[in-house]
């Protein structure tokens, strides 16, 4: 009855979501999993991929079973095939979230961890959405979130950690040099700071921050903005005691030399820093939101619609994201 509880949000009903969430059954973890999603829907692609799966409603004042999966049960808009997408059940979707949230704010939930969705076939149901990370900080009322990504690194992803945080996210290539302003990364970076050291029990963080341009502008020749922007940001907040390094250039920043010692890296942008991350972790890397009032997990990769149902789909980002917003909550 101690152990936190972690609302577990089963995304988009055709993708993989339900059966990743099946597969964390009889699974031991250090909370109470609570998975928000149709019950049916869930314990049908369960049994399409092969997975022995026993279902518990949820009842908050009872004690948990860990040989059971618990099911906050929301029922389908309509029924819902692996592999296409429905808009008749976008909002279905993003009730999940609302409740996982709610659940969150109000304390019944420790942390909430989410599979994955489908931007567009919310953004066709009429919803405009560019995504968890967005959604999550409208509905909370924060002005301003960070997008981390993270895994263990190595041949078995049991070396250490990458943290690959980004200054700019969703947002077409052009547009991203006007959207670094001295204003926004000094929030940016006063984010990350302070999520190392309260989410993750790091006394004083070590970030490495990449340069917006090639060898990080050569000293002007390249591009302005990491004189005119980026170093002084960076000056400033060493100035309060921030332990930060850079600009470095992005094509030599992700070396040991540099990582070793490091607990985050800033990318500028988002295909700047990602493609290292995914690279190095893929199948155990994990999407964290920094920022918010409440704490909030996600795998990193998308729905996956070709494998939902085929018993394919690997549930390792998802165990890893459950397991990091546990230890974040211990925090």
Request: glycine share 10%; net charge negative; charged share 20%.
């Given at each position: 009855?101690?152990?936190?509880?972690?609302?577990?949000t089963?995304?988009?009903?055709?993708?993989?979501?339900?059966?990743?969430?099946?597969?964390?059954?009889?699974?031991?973890?250090?909370?109470?999993?609570?998975?928000?999603?149709?019950?049916?829907?869930?314990a049908?692609?369960?049994?399409?991929?092969g997975?022995?799966?026993?279902?518990?409603?949820?009842?908050p004042?009872?004690?948990?079973?860990?040989?059971a999966?618990?099911?906050?049960?929301?029922?389908?808009?309509?029924?819902?095939?692996?592999?296409r997408?429905?808009?008749?059940?976008?909002?279905?979707?993003?009730?999940l979230?609302?409740?996982?949230?709610?659940?969150?704010?109000?304390?019944?939930?420790?942390?909430?961890?989410?599979?994955?969705?489908?931007?567009?076939?919310?953004?066709?149901?009429?919803?405009?959405?560019?995504?968890?990370t967005?959604?999550?900080?409208?509905?909370?009322?924060?002005?301003?979130?960070?997008?981390?990504?993270?895994?263990?690194?190595?041949?078995?992803?049991?070396?250490?950690?990458?943290?690959?945080?980004?200054?700019?996210?969703?947002?077409?290539?052009?547009?991203?040099?006007?959207?670094?302003?001295?204003?926004?990364?000094?929030?940016?970076?006063?984010?990350?700071?302070?999520?190392?050291?309260?989410?993750?029990?790091?006394?004083?963080?070590?970030?490495?921050v990449?340069?917006?341009?090639?060898?990080?502008?050569?000293?002007?020749?390249?591009?302005?903005?990491?004189?005119?922007?980026?170093?002084?940001?960076?000056?400033a907040?060493?100035?309060?005691?921030?332990?930060?390094?850079?600009?470095l250039?992005?094509?030599?920043?992700?070396?040991?030399r540099?990582?070793d010692?490091a607990?985050?890296?800033?990318?500028m942008?988002?295909?700047?820093?990602?493609p290292?991350?995914?690279?190095?972790?893929?199948?155990?890397?994990?999407?964290?939101?920094?920022?918010l009032?409440?704490?909030r997990?996600s795998?990193?990769?998308?729905?996956?619609?070709d494998?939902?149902?085929?018993?394919?789909?690997?549930?390792?980002?998802?165990?890893?994201?459950?397991?990091?917003?546990i230890?974040?909550?211990?925090?």
């Open positions: 009855m101690n152990r936190p509880r972690i609302a577990v089963s995304g988009e009903p055709a993708g993989v979501g339900p059966e990743l969430c099946a597969a964390l059954c009889g699974r031991r973890f250090a909370a109470r999993l609570v998975v928000l999603g149709d019950a049916g829907l869930i049908e692609r369960a049994q399409a991929a997975l022995q799966v026993r279902l518990r409603a949820y009842d004042a009872s004690d948990a079973d860990d040989s999966l618990e099911v906050l049960h929301s029922p389908l808009a309509v029924p819902s095939t692996a592999g997408l429905d808009v008749a059940n976008a909002r279905y979707v993003l009730s979230l609302d409740r996982a949230r709610d659940g969150c704010v109000n304390g019944e939930f420790a942390a909430m961890v989410t599979a994955p969705l489908h931007k567009g076939v919310i953004n066709d149901a009429g919803v405009p959405f560019s995504g968890h967005e959604y999550l900080a409208d509905s909370t009322g924060t002005p301003r979130v960070v997008m981390m990504l993270a895994g263990r690194t190595g041949a078995n992803a049991d070396g250490p950690w990458l943290r690959v945080a980004l200054a700019t996210t969703h947002l077409p290539l052009s547009a991203v040099p006007a959207a670094i302003t001295r204003e926004s990364l000094t929030q940016t970076l006063r984010i990350l700071d302070a999520d190392l050291r309260t989410r993750f029990g790091i006394a004083r963080p070590h970030i490495v990449a340069g917006l341009n090639p060898h990080a502008g050569e000293s002007g020749h390249m591009g302005r903005e990491e004189i005119d922007v980026i170093t002084p940001v960076l000056d907040l060493r100035a309060e005691g921030m332990h930060l390094e850079g600009p250039p992005a094509d030599t920043l992700f070396v040991p540099h990582l010692g607990d985050a890296v800033l990318a942008f988002h295909d700047q820093g990602l290292v991350l995914k690279y190095a972790t893929f199948g155990h890397g994990i999407n964290i939101t920094l920022g009032p409440i704490i997990t795998v990193d990769h998308g729905t996956a619609l494998l939902a149902g085929s018993g394919r789909a690997d549930a390792s980002s998802l165990v890893e994201a459950v397991e990091a917003a230890a974040m909550s211990g925090h």
